[in-house]
């Protein structure tokens, strides 16, 4: 089992920033980590994801202006997010594969505003 809490969502200017952290309570093997957001009315969408050799991807929207990166020693993953548009907007969950199991925080809000 693990369990993931995120932290870092708030409500932020057009072209601003946010760094989003999750905390993995287990540091057994987690081949691949990512970030997924949630709009109102939509479905959970990948925003990023790295695996275990730090190999990334990104959904087109976000590339250029977010990145993922992990801490292997402090069991944590993070997501800079920069030059924030109001699309952004969402709820934003953090994802670990372990073996065949997959695991889910409870999410954080990211609101882009003015």
């Known amino acids: 089992q693990v369990q993931l809490v995120e932290s870092g969502g708030g409500l932020v200017q057009p072209g601003g920033s946010l760094r989003l952290s999750c905390v993995a309570s287990?540091?057994?093997?987690?081949?691949?980590l990512g970030w997924y957001r949630q709009a109102p009315g939509k479905q959970r969408d990948l925003v990023a994801r790295?695996?275990?050799?730090?190999?990334?991807n990104y959904t087109d929207s976000v590339k250029g202006r977010f990145t993922i990166s992990r801490d292997n020693v402090r069991n944590t993953l993070y997501l800079q997010m920069n030059s924030l548009k109001p699309e952004d907007t969402a709820v934003y969950y953090c994802?670990?594969?372990?073996?065949?199991?997959?695991?889910w925080g409870q999410g954080t809000q990211v609101t882009v505003s003015s």
């Open positions: 287990s540091s057994r093997s987690v081949f691949s």
């Open positions: 994802n670990a594969v372990v073996g065949s199991y997959d695991y």
């Open positions: 790295i695996n275990s050799f730090g190999s990334t």
